[in-house]
């Protein structure tokens, strides 16, 4: 079982961090080993000389962060599902457009047809006079009055 302090470092929402005594501790330790040793000079050597070597792969290790988040954000959704519901969604829509919206679609276009005359546009466009629409509107607008 998890105590309270584990669960809130975990989180990232601790105070205090339970193993920076000890890690100092070990850092000192390390430190102190590689100074009587003289490593900690080639060390510095060794960073200096490749600090261009450093900031190349740096960038390198950037994208291919990303890439390997990416591979990971696949995995979960696969593991979740979230590419089944996705799938069922689509289907689900594609069903109720081919159901539903398009016998409307294709009974009001049908009916538009019965009532409405045909379009036959002059030059001079609808309203005018001399088209078969404009005819058709003055024809109506006279048979109401």
Request: net charge negative.
């Amino acid at each position: 079982m998890e105590s309270t302090n584990d669960a809130e470092f975990l989180r990232g929402n601790a105070a205090t961090d339970e193993c920076e005594p000890l890690f100092r501790n070990y850092k000192d330790c390390l430190t102190r080993a590689l100074k009587e040793r003289g490593i900690d000079t080639m060390l510095d050597e060794a960073r200096e000389n490749n600090k261009e070597n450093d900031a190349e792969n740096m960038r390198r290790r950037s994208r291919w962060d990303l890439v390997t988040r990416l591979y990971e954000l696949a995995i979960f959704a696969w593991d979740h599902g979230v590419v089944t519901r996705a799938a069922k969604g689509f289907l689900i829509l594609s069903l109720f457009f081919f159901l539903f919206i398009l016998p409307v679609e294709r009974v009001a276009a049908r009916e538009s047809v019965d009532v409405l005359p045909p379009l036959q546009f002059s030059k001079f466009g609808p309203d005018q006079p001399n088209s078969t629409l404009g005819q058709a509107k003055a024809e109506y607008l006279h048979e109401s009055n």
